[in-house]
């Protein structure tokens, strides 16, 4: 019987106000890193990554793990698990990214921006090439999204059955 509630748009608001505020405090405590040309220099450096901001405040880039800073082949980075494409493979990538994101560890580690941002990342482009796209994001803003999502969700569903109601109304003369 209490799950019922769950599914009102008085719950729904709630929730999203409720997620809606654990970002925002979120954002706010890592904003200064987390946006800073430091933090683009630092991460420029050690993933030979140019990140761009998107509008939902999601910074982002695509990197080629066996190219180094000045654009030659890195030997450090050189293929070491190949899938069936002769390309790294996924596993391989984020193992190698995650080794790097270490070695950022200083700068991960200030307001404890490593445990507030997420890193997503995923292939692109053509099969035989190792270019992967990363993600960095604030590790709430994806339950606000799905929160902001339920709640329109919701709000049209009631829409709806109001309309439906009313044009029954209506239709009988009752109105």
């Not at 921006?113 to 890193?119: E, P, R």
């Not at 990363?134 to 059955?161: D, H, Q």
Request: glycine share 4%; net charge negative.
């Amino acid at each position: 019987m209490a799950d019922i509630f769950k599914y009102g748009i008085l719950y729904r608001t709630y929730d999203f106000i409720q997620s809606y505020r654990e970002y925002r405090k979120v954002r706010r405590a890592v904003k200064d890193v987390f946006y800073s040309n430091d933090f683009k220099m630092v991460v420029k450096r050690y993933l030979n990554l140019d990140l761009d901001e998107d509008w939902l405040g999601r910074l982002y880039g695509v990197i080629n793990p066996n190219v180094d800073i000045d654009g030659n082949f890195n030997v450090n980075n050189v293929i070491i698990e190949i899938d069936g494409n002769n390309t790294n493979t996924d596993e391989y990538v984020k193992t190698w990214l995650y080794r790097q994101l270490s070695l950022m560890g200083q700068l991960f580690n200030m307001k404890n921006l490593y445990s507030n941002i997420n890193m997503e990342m995923e292939h692109v482009g053509p099969i035989d090439q190792d270019n992967y796209l990363v993600i960095f994001e604030i590790a709430n803003r994806p339950e606000m999204a799905e929160s902001f999502k339920k709640l329109m969700r919701t709000t049209i569903a009631y829409m709806g059955i109001a309309a439906t109601a009313l044009c029954s109304l209506f239709a009988l003369h009752i109105i």
